[in-house]
């Protein structure tokens, strides 16, 4: 896989909406296998961030790189064919499929050749022309199934035993569950969550850290970057924390030093 094993760099980032700076100048170094949390207040700059790095946002000024291989310009498709997934801060998931089905869609990176674009699957949230290389014969077929079926099992008895329902029928925070299901099995490199508790009760968000520490343990070589309000989850689950505020990282340190930082308070207070 082209991204695996490679640093994502940001240099120089800036991303701005009409007038307004959005993001004012960001370096960042993410390395293989971290697991890299984003905090700060509203209106950080923290999903445009994630949506640059995917390809939804241009940047107006800097580079992004993964491996060396620039990601800015790039189409969200192209940078999610490099093995990066992501989910978005308001649940997607496609209303016409099963659970099953949907996250069968997301292993269609890279495994189905012929004349179809299955890349266009990689990240994100529509289904180009339906079904298409869902049904299937052969051993990508079967790996497909395999991945698909593995990674349902992931999220215990939430999505598995619901596979053959429809995506409608699923509760909220099994909607968030499955957008990281489908995200999952792109077999990324690289995975941006945006948010995936929000709207949780403290048990549900605590059982969705759980389950990313089970992710963590079985593809440890995949990089994590999670945007989190939460200070327990943040600290139950990553190493490192950067503190956006007005576009800009105010602090990158360990969580507890991330979040005793008195600009940190002043940034919150500020909102
Ligand atoms: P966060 O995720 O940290 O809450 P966002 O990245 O969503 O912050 O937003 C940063 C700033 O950019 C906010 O002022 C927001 O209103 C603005 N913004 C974000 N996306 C867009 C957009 N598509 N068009 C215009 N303004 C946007
Ligand atoms: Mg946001």
């Known amino acids: 896989n082209p991204a695996q094993g490679r640093e994502l760099v940001l240099s120089g980032v800036e991303v701005s909406f009409g007038g307004l700076k959005a993001i004012g100048g960001v370096d960042l170094t ?18 445009t961030l994630i949506q640059t790095i995917t390809g939804f946002a241009r940047p107006s000024a800097g580079t992004i790189s993964l491996g060396g291989r620039r990601l800015d310009g790039s189409e969200p498709e192209d940078i999610a064919a490099l093995g990066i997934a992501r989910t978005f801060q308001t649940s997607r998931v496609f209303p016409a499929l099963t659970i ?21 699957f990689g990240c994100l949230a529509e289904p180009i022309g339906g079904l298409f290389g869902i049904a299937g014969y052969g051993k990508a077929a079967r790996e497909a199934d395999a991945r698909a079926e593995e990674i349902l099992k992931l999220f215990g008895e939430r999505l ?4 053959d329902r429809p995506t ?21 490199d690289l995975l941006l969550l945006d948010e995936p508790t929000a709207g949780m009760n403290p048990t549900e968000s605590h059982e969705l850290a759980d389950l990313l520490l089970d992710v963590r343990r079985r593809f440890p070589a995949m990089t994590i970057v999670m ?29 507890d030093r991330a979040f005793a930082d008195p600009q940190v308070a002043a940034a919150y207070l500020g909102q």
Do not use: C
């Open 30 to 47: 993410v390395s293989p296998g971290e697991f890299v949390g984003i905090v700060g207040p509203n209106g950080a700059g923290k999903s």
């Open 100 to 120: 099953g089905e949907s996250v069968r869609v997301g292993t269609q990176r890279g495994l189905i050749g012929g004349g179809r674009t299955p890349k266009r």
């Open 160 to 163: 598995w035993p619901r596979r």
């Open 168 to 188: 409608h029928s699923l509760s909220y925070a099994n909607r968030r569950r499955l957008d990281i299901a489908r995200a999952l099995a792109t077999s990324p």
């Open 227 to 255: 945007v989190e309000h939460k200070l327990d989850i943040v600290r139950k689950l990553t190493q490192r924390t950067i503190v956006m505020a007005q576009g800009k990282v105010l602090v990158d340190a360990d969580p």
